[in-house]
């Protein structure tokens, strides 16, 4: 098809636009061949006539369907003005920074933080195919990431665009990707010194600019290294051309660099007071852009964080320290100002050269010289020679430079170094990030030397696109045509070859008195007319233009020759060499230079020689080692695999999401996305998998070509049939190759034939309507017409002759008829009358049968139910009686049991009173002797005070006594000595206040002491008190406990006596066991007296009960009974015949006397009615009978088994001759209780005897009576009624006789147990000898077996323990625990069987009071448990079963813990099960704390199992056929297409659901686990599922929409299927709901916006934005969301304080409970299976 047929009309072009760049415009009229004009429509509805050439037309516009894809290269026409547009679309209005185009990630500066970077992020495109997910740095990380562990080759990530773009910031969550998803195992925590490497480099080498706040001003190529495993080992990183003259120069509005202004912010901190700093406006190299401050920046704040870094990377103080010395010099050496001295001479001001020469460790006067004056050194002499002013300051500035750089190449390299690794490197990923293509209005050697690296990157990128697509090409087998592609090696070859632009450089600067201009001149010598590439300026002579592949760029000359230099006097380097301070001293020592590593890579070779000169100078310029390190770094991006991101900057005002189309379009050209969309669209851009095209494009086939099996050949057939030019596509094995502007062709076909297809149905409709409102309309005018002529005909019609004959007519027609009707009325009158007395006296004849025979039923009735009522009173009151007897017989027993257990507990209590009662007569002896002693020292301290206060009073009597005497001669003297006795005097006072002074001191001593000895005493005293008190009442206690325990023994001994009332009671119940054989004789009479009765009846009737008779068959009854029954048949069966027999004749009787006045068919119908009766009476009886055989039968085979017993204890006697004498008391206590047992039974022969004797005396009694009542009817009535009775009392006398037998059962299982007990001594006493142990065992092995032959009502009766050996612990743990397979485990046996074998033998070591042995097999369990689940860490089934026990183990020790609450759904026998002597509850938290640590890993397993097949199965899976949502793609989802035969579906979730339920069920987890479980499965297929929609605008459609609400009822179908509706699990599937919803909705109105606001409340407004801003249509049939639709609904959420995370928690755990469920298990029944090998334990 030829691109001329295109230009129809509606269809869009693109025309060019001074302001929008490019603008859109619709075709008014069809395009022909020669047409000059082109008839246009715009936007604004103006129209115009574009002139066109032939040959360029203007560029056409792709559909809206392909607008704003993740793919440039999906865009069915590859134009710069579409590749604009689908940006714009992506940027500003669907708010999306990342686009793919081609194997370039393109990224928009948002300037606005975006939730699109957490960790959830990462862990959601880890793993993930690039092309399935929306584009994002991290996918093209995980992609580097993945080529390197799948190829085991090196990868590099090339960041590039100019300054504000947000190369730093890419770089850095590259960085960010490759540290989370690598993290290794080690504790070096590698990454994060990766990571922090990061602030510091920025804070040394990163600046504001005027379009960047963060700018970097340098190059950096950061190099990961990874081990074997693919975990990060460490990292180094390549730093390119600093910017040093930002350190003495900034523009305005910038800063230097941020490491400076961070130092002057923390200046008054007192580690930074030796720098002696300021402020940064104080000092020249801080205050020069007038801009020191950053808004929303903290200086002091990032000041902190970088020393954090630094500590993280190993840094001591000291170095950062040493940093922050020679930082604060370059600011003090920036101040030092240089004054003019005349006009040749110049001098230097101390104030700020001191601090430098201090801080740096110089002296200040050489420093001072050589900063004014140089030394020039001739062949001949050495001459200084003082320096200009200018000529000082800009030495000062480039020993500032200098120094700065060598202090950031020695922090680049500190760093290295603490990023290095022992091991050895397996691979690496690189990262560069690189100042992109520059041209400023003045561009100068940096601009120069950046140009020229985005050159070399270029040929590289361009390179590597052309190798790609040969590949691709090839790998299709597609015919390959030589591409056309730009080749900028003539511009590295001006710039690098042989007297070239830097050989030129470098040549001029090693001239003594070399200048830029000079340099300019043979610039234009070399170059001007002989290479198009270089141009000079029509108004300028400073300045030269080189053509670059992005746009031509102007150069000032100016500076070049100084900044290639870069040079520094020889005498400044000297001091500075000789610095006492080490690292300044370092900086300039001469070092070697380092040789490249990857010297055997590929190289990319000039194509003119480049000449390498070996002179030093040369070599030591800035553009030289530029280019040597530009040569290394291209060494290793062509040893690697590339991916490149390209940072766009949507406009310079840093507005949020604002899209300046002139600066997009100028970066787009320069980083080389539209070379690369240049290069796709010469070939076949388009490229769609056969799948991908049948399923887009089957609208467009015929019948005969879907027929065809083989979609492959469909696909070229419909190609050559709809698009005629071959040359347009290509077949390739796996895909079809389109050329430019073919799918949008074929797009318009499809949506053609929509557009038909829809105009075919909206004809039909349409037509359908119309036809429908024409039969409507037909209807009501034939309506309207009918009326019309009938109206008509009427009025025609009309006449008075007419109207005459009418109504003569009339009146015939009434008289006629009224007499024909009268007769007819007189006809029917009477038949009706007739006809009613017949019907009204047939009713009443019959209203009066139904009411006779109502009458009669009623009377029939009564009898009946008086009968039944009196029948169900008697049997009521017959078992009630018998369970009140029972039941207080119990109550007594009970009573007496439990008042015995009182007795002996008051008896303890009054041991332990009377024990008390003597500790405190102790306590109160030794309070006795106690006061005794204090008493003592009372007085001892009475009398040593009367003592001291006597010698005291003598002492000062005797003081008195010697003052008199001293005055008597003093007096006497008194004129001799004067001065003697007055200094006497003055010594005596002294003497006597002192004196005075003691004894005052000991006076209140003594008070003191006699306070705290009446305070002693006093409490003693108390306490004396105190104590005698309570003895009194200890003794009153003793008095009450006695007392009571009186009323008890009284109470005691009257129960007794009860007991022993009611057990004689019982005796006496078995002595009417006689009457049996007096009733049965009483029954022979009665049915004698009976048949003689009814022979004087009618023939009838006496026929009727002989029938009834005969029907009764003895015989048949024995045949019935068993064998075994037969045999023990004794007068008591035949008894029952009898009274059998009675009581059926006395039924005939009683229903023939009731029923005399009835007719004789009401009387067999009630007969038979009682015959079925007692045929149920009879097998009922005969089921007591055989009770009663099967009770004789267990009292003779216990009988049996105990004389068994008897006789085998003398064949022990002789096994074990050493312990006949231990044995032959057990023997004699055996043998007297067989005696007892036997005598009781012969007492009980003897009583049923004379029973029997009593009832034959009351049976002649019986006789005599019936033969006086034989002669009257009357008293025969009576009689029967007494043989009711009679029979009513023999039922009572057989269950009082079931009763006794009961009570021969327990004293037969008593004798057992006692004789249990007595084997249970003779085992203990013969494990006591070690030489017959062996003799020993056996003995109790056939004890065991004789014991199996239990009693039918009480199977052996064991413990609920399991007896083991201390030495068998860890064989019991091993086999139980660690070697058992769930697999044998969980079928046909109960739940948690492990768990409750454990607590089996924990009961036991709890039994025996052992602490140590509980607390070593608890311990052993425990470490066992989690032994085996860290060694299946992946096991799911595992996991689950011991999940499982674990729990069960939990519930088991709570249950049988005795507390209450746990109590409270035991039976009475799980009761006494529980523990008796230990409280296991701090093991019950251990195992609640494993058993969530087993829960965690279980649940980790599932969602390793389940997550990768949750987004295929639940979003790309189709589970609604016929609604397809592919659309077309782009290069990066063909490029990692996967063949998805084997693709998961939403079936492949429910089978793992289903298997995940079955398991746990299986394992017998608790319900309320397993709910748990399903919820947190059901939340991680909810979170994964909306976190991928989040990251796929491709998956935002209507259709996944309905998709995913489809696959959402499945998994609630799953719910209610397994009955977890009440789990809560669909609750978590909520925000996927409504975000299915969302997608389906209407979203254009008002009242559409504050729906989705009243709806999506699971949804927070982040999310509900981005789905939005992603809706995706997938025809042109949809709308696409406005932005000021998503601005309303903003508005409308912005009132909701919800989270600002877009993605969902994949990793929230819900908190697990575990239930309380009592095992209804009975331990007793526990059984071991032998597939255990747990055969050394024994049950007790």
């Known amino acids: 098809m030829a691109v001329a047929e295109l230009y129809t009309q509606y269809n869009r072009v693109w025309i060019p636009d001074p302001e ?132 085991n080759k090196n990868q590099s990530i090339i960041v590039s665009g100019e300054s504000g773009a947000g190369k730093t910031v890419s770089a850095r969550y590259a960085m960010r990707y490759f540290a989370t998803v690598s993290k290794s195992s080690s504790n070096a925590h590698v990454e994060d010194k990766v990571l922090a490497s990061n602030p510091i480099t920025e804070a040394v080498g990163n600046a504001k600019t005027t379009r960047n706040d963060n700018s970097s001003r340098f190059g950096k190529y950061t190099e990961i290294s990874f081990d074997e495993r693919n975990q990060i080992i460490g990292a180094n990183m390549r730093t390119y051309l600093l910017e040093k003259s930002r350190v003495v120069f900034q523009s305005e509005n910038e ?96 104030s700020h050269l001191k601090v430098f020469c201090e801080l740096l460790g110089l002296e200040s006067g050489k420093v001072a010289q050589w900063l004014c004056n140089r030394k020039i050194i001739t062949t001949s002499e050495t001459v200084v020679k003082p320096m200009t002013r200018p000529q000082a300051t800009n030495a000062r500035d480039a020993l500032a430079k200098k120094i700065y750089a060598h202090l950031f190449d020695f922090i680049v390299e500190r760093i290295n170094q ?50 790609l697509e040969q590949e691709e090409y090839m790998k299709e087998d597609i015919p390959w045509t030589l591409i056309d592609f730009y080749d900028n090696q003539p511009v590295i070859d001006l710039i690098e070859a042989k007297m070239g632009i830097l050989e030129l450089l470098d040549e001029e600067c090693l001239l003594p008195h070399g200048t830029d201009e000079n340099w300019l001149q043979k610039l234009y010598n070399n170059f001007i007319n002989k290479n198009s590439l270089f141009e000079k300026p029509r108004m300028s002579n400073t300045s030269f233009i080189i053509q670059h592949f992005a746009d031509k760029v102007e150069y000032k000359c100016e500076g070049f020759l100084e900044k290639n230099r870069d040079t520094v006097y020889d005498m400044l380097v000297e001091i500075l060499r000789a610095s006492k301070f080490h690292l300044c001293a370092n900086f300039f020592q001469e070092n070697p230079v380092l040789s490249s590593p990857f010297g055997s890579a590929i190289t990319v070779k000039s194509a003119k020689p480049v000449v390498k000169p070996n002179n030093k100078h040369f070599r030591s310029t800035v553009g030289s080692k530029f280019r040597s390190s530009l040569y290394l770094l291209m060494e290793t991006l062509n040893a690697t695999t590339p991916h490149y991101v390209r940072c766009i900057k949507p406009n310079d005002e840093k507005l949020p999401f604002e899209f300046d189309s002139k600066r997009i379009v100028q970066q787009l050209r320069a980083c080389g996305v539209l070379e690369t969309i240049r290069i796709s669209a010469q070939s076949y851009p388009s490229r769609w998998t056969y799948i991908e095209f049948y399923s887009r494009y089957g609208i467009l086939m015929t019948k005969q070509e879907l027929s065809f099996s083989d979609k492959k050949e469909v696909c070229k057939v419909v190609l050559h049939r709809l ?221 040593k005070g009367k003592r001291y206060k006597a010698s005291m009073e003598e002492k000062l009597a005797k003081l008195q006594k010697h003052n008199s005497e001293l005055e008597m001669q003093k007096e006497q003297i008194q004129l001799k000595l004067q001065e003697k006795t007055e200094e006497l005097k003055e010594k005596m006072d002294d003497l006597t206040k002192q004196l005075f002074e003691d004894v005052q001191k000991e006076e209140r001593q003594r008070i003191l002491l006699e306070k705290s000895f009446e305070l002693k005493t006093r409490d003693y005293e108390e306490q004396i008190r105190t104590l005698k008190e309570e003895i009194k009442v200890l003794k009153d206690e003793k008095l009450h406990l006695q007392h009571q325990l009186e009323e008890e023994q009284a109470m005691s001994e009257g129960l007794k006596g009860e007991v022993a009332r009611l057990s004689k009671q019982a005796k006496t119940i078995s002595e009417f066991e006689k009457e049996i054989e007096l009733l049965q004789t009483q029954k022979i009479d009665v049915e004698k007296h009976v048949q003689s009765q009814k022979r004087e009846m009618r023939e ?76 149920q009476e009879i097998n009922h009886l005969q089921k007591l009978f055989r009770e009663e055989n099967d009770i004789n039968e267990s009292i003779r085979h216990e009988v049996t088994r105990l004389t068994s017993e008897n006789m085998m204890i003398p064949d022990f006697k002789q096994q074990i001759s050493e312990l006949e004498k231990q044995k032959q008391d057990l023997e004699i206590r055996l043998n007297e209780q067989t005696e007892n047992m036997k005598g009781k039974l012969e007492e009980l022969s003897n009583q049923l005897n004379r029973n029997r004797e009593e009832e034959g005396t009351q049976r002649k009694t019986i006789e005599a009576q019936n033969e006086i009542h034989t002669k009257e009817r009357e008293k025969l009535m009576d009689k029967i009624q007494e043989m009711q009775e009679a029979s009513e009392h023999l039922k009572k006398q057989f269950e009082t006789e079931s009763e006794v037998k009961s009570s021969f059962r327990q004293e037969a299982s008593r004798l057992t147990m006692e004789n249990r007990d007595l084997e249970e001594e003779l085992d203990m006493k013969d494990r006591v000898i070690k030489k017959l142990q062996d003799q020993v065992k056996t003995l109790t092995k056939t004890i065991e077996k004789t014991n199996d032959v239990r009693l039918s009502s009480g199977p052996k009766e064991y413990l609920g323990m399991l007896e083991y050996k201390r030495e068998d612990e860890a064989k019991l743990i091993q086999n139980l625990i660690i070697d058992l397979k769930p697999r044998g485990v969980v079928v046909n046996m109960i739940p948690g069987l492990p768990a409750h074998i454990l607590f089996m033998c924990v009961r036991y070591a709890d039994s025996l009071n052992d602490a140590n042995m509980l607390k070593s097999l608890m311990n052993s369990a425990i470490n066992g448990i989690k032994q085996v689940v860290k060694e299946h860490l992946e096991d799911f089934e595992l996991l689950s079963f011991w999940l499982s026990n674990t729990c069960h183990f939990l519930n088991c020790l709570k249950q049988y813990s005795g507390e209450e609450e746990f109590m409270k759904h035991n039976s009475p026998h799980q009761n006494k099960n529980c523990l008796n002597n230990f409280d296991l509850s701090e093991y019950r938290q251990i195992l609640s704390d494993v058993a969530i640590r087993i829960y965690h890993q279980f649940i980790i397993v599932m969602e390793n199992n389940i997550q990768p097949i949750i987004v295929p199965g639940m979003l790309e899976y189709e589970s609604l056929q016929g609604i397809s949502g592919l659309k077309p793609t782009g290069f990066r989802k063909r490029s990692s297409s996967i063949d998805d035969t084997d693709a998961y579906t939403m079936t492949s979730i429910l089978q793992q659901l289903s298997y995940f339920y079955s398991t746990m069920c299986q394992n017998g987890l608790d319900p309320e686990i397993v709910r748990q479980a399903v919820k947190q499965l059901f939340f991680l297929i909810g979170a994964v599922t909306l976190n991928s929609l989040f990251l796929r605008k491709d998956m935002c459609s209507c259709r996944k929409g309905m998709q995913i609400r489809c696959n959402i009822s499945y998994l609630e179908e799953w719910l209610k299927d397994k009955n977890l509706q009440n789990s809560l699990a669909k609750e978590t599937l909520e925000p996927l709901s409504q975000a299915a919803w969302l997608l389906q909705v ?82 007793e029944m526990i059984q071991i299976p032998s597939s255990f090998k747990l055969g050394f334990l024994n049950r007790l």
């Open 20 to 151: 929008e760049v490019w603008k859109s415009a619709e075709i008014a009229k069809d395009y022909k061949i020669g047409d000059k004009v082109l008839r246009l429509l715009l936007e604004d509805g103006t129209e115009m006539d574009y002139s066109v050439d032939p040959e360029s037309l203007p560029p056409l516009r792709n559909p809206d369907i392909l607008v704003g894809e993740n793919d440039l290269t999906a865009l069915s026409y590859l134009h710069e003005p579409a590749v604009l547009h689908n940006l714009r679309i992506r940027f500003a209005e669907s708010k999306l920074i990342y686009t793919y185009s081609g194997i370039i990630l393109v990224a928009m500066n948002p300037y606005k933080q975006l939730p699109i970077y957490g960790d959830a992020i990462i862990h959601a495109y880890s793993g993930q195919n690039m092309g399935d997910m929306d584009p994002h740095i991290f996918a093209v990380a995980e992609e580097a990431y993945k080529q390197m562990a799948r190829n």
């Open 255 to 350: 800063r230097n660099y941020h490491i400076f202004y961070q130092l002057c912010a923390s200046a008054q901190q007192s580690e930074f007071k030796h720098l002696k700093l300021a402020s940064a406006e104080e000092f020249n190299y801080t205050r020069m852009g007038g801009s020191t401050i950053i808004e929303g920046v903290n200086d002091r704040a990032d000041m902190i964080e970088t020393q954090k870094t630094f500590s993280l990377l190993g840094f001591k103080e000291d170095f950062q320290m040493d940093v922050f010395k020679i930082l604060a010099a370059i600011l003090h050496l920036g101040n030092v100002e240089i004054i003019a001295v005349g006009s040749e001479r110049s001098a230097e001001d101390d």
């Open 418 to 467: 603490a990023l290095q690794f022992s091991g050895k490197q397996h691979t690496f990923i690189g990262v560069l990030d690189i100042y992109g293509f520059e041209t400023f209005d003045v561009n100068s050697f940096e601009q120069f030397c950046i140009n020229y690296a985005n050159e070399k990157l270029q040929q590289q990128f361009n390179l590597h696109v052309f190798k």
């Open 723 to 943: 698009i005629q030019d071959s040359n347009q596509y290509q077949f390739g094995k796996t895909k079809i190759f389109f050329r430019a502007g073919q799918v949008a062709y074929l797009e318009k076909l499809r949506l053609d034939k929509l557009r038909q297809g829809c105009v075919v149905i909206q004809k039909h409709i349409r037509g359908w309507l119309q036809r429908k409102k024409f039969l409507r309309e037909r209807r009501a005018a034939l309506i309207i017409q009918q009326y019309f002529r009938g109206q008509q005909t009427v009025r025609k019609a009309v006449t008075a002759t007419a109207l005459k004959e009418a109504w003569a007519a009339i009146i015939i027609q009434k008289h006629c008829r009224g007499y024909l009707v009268r007769n007819l009325y007189q006809l029917i009158r009477v038949a009706t009358i007739t006809i009613q007395a017949y019907t009204r006296g047939f009713l009443a004849r019959r209203r009066y049968r139904k009411i006779l025979e109502e009458h009669k039923a009623v009377i029939l009735q009564k009898y009946a139910r008086a009968w039944l009522a009196r029948r169900r009173f008697q049997n009521i009151r017959r078992f009630v009686l018998n369970i009140q007897l029972t039941y207080r017989v119990q109550r007594l027993q009970k009573k007496l049991e439990d008042q015995n257990k009182e007795n002996h507990g008051l008896v303890e209590k009054l041991t332990s009173l009377a024990a008390l009662r003597a500790s405190d007569m102790e306590k109160i002896q030794k309070l006795e002797s106690e006061l005794d002693r204090a008493a003592t020292h009372r007085q001892n301290y009475e009398e």
């Open 1100 to 1175: 009838k009737m006496s026929e009727i009960t002989k029938q009834l008779l005969e029907s009764y068959d003895v015989e048949d009854v024995r045949s019935r009974l068993s064998v075994e029954d037969l045999e023990h048949l004794n007068e008591d069966g035949e008894l029952w015949f009898a009274y059998e027999g009675l009581k059926k004749a006395t039924r005939v009787l009683e229903s023939h006397f009731q029923s005399q006045k009835d007719c004789y068919e009401k009387e067999i119908e009630a007969l038979n009615f009682k015959v079925v009766h007692l045929s």
């Open 1642 to 1723: 209407k979203k254009t109105t008002d009242s559409d916006a504050k729906e989705i606001y009243e709806r999506c409340t699971s949804l927070s407004a982040v999310q509900i934005i981005k789905i939005l801003n992603s809706y995706t249509p997938i025809d042109d049939f949809e709308k696409r969301v406005t932005p000021s639709f998503v601005r309303k609904v903003q508005a409308l959420l912005n009132s909701r304080e919800d989270s600002s995370h877009l993605m969902l928690d994949t990793k929230y755990l819900f908190q697990v409970t575990f239930p309380f469920t009592p095992s209804p298990h009975a331990l």
